[in-house]
């Protein structure tokens, strides 16, 4: 069964920093972009960060400089560094398998994991 699966989501004060990770089973992430998305209550979901299946990397304008996506084919693993957090970027963060190695159309979704920033 192809599935990616996101964990490091938590409660951190605003300023702070979390790591979240997207592990994906059944299937090797090196050929295929992976990106990362988030929707807090009330709104649409949005695109946050996505990377390529050769490395390159593109941000929403909310992440630039504070968020860093980056992958580890080894461990199957995309990771997205966030700091200096802010309570708006509180939300479920999803992450997503693309369907070839280009940021394009999302093939999946993983099941979510909460951030929220409050103090």
């Known amino acids: 069964q192809l599935q990616v699966v996101e964990s490091g989501g938590d409660l951190v004060q605003p300023g702070g920093s979390l790591r979240l990770s997207c592990a994906a089973s059944?299937?090797?992430?090196?050929?295929?972009?992976i990106g990362w998305f988030r929707q807090a209550p009330g709104k649409e979901r949005e695109g946050v960060s996505c990377?390529?299946?050769?490395?390159?990397?593109n941000y929403a304008d909310s992440a630039k400089g504070r968020f860093t996506i980056t992958r580890d084919n080894a461990k199957n693993t995309v990771y997205l560094q966030m700091n200096s957090l802010k309570p708006e970027d509180t939300a479920v963060y999803y992450c997503?398998?693309?369907?070839?190695?280009?940021?394009?159309?999302?093939?999946?979704w993983g099941q979510g994991t909460q951030v929220t920033v409050s103090s």
């Open positions: 997503a398998t693309y369907k070839n190695a280009l940021c394009s159309t999302p093939a999946f």
């Open positions: 059944g299937f090797s992430l090196r050929y295929f972009a």
């Open positions: 990377i390529s299946s050769s490395g390159s990397a």
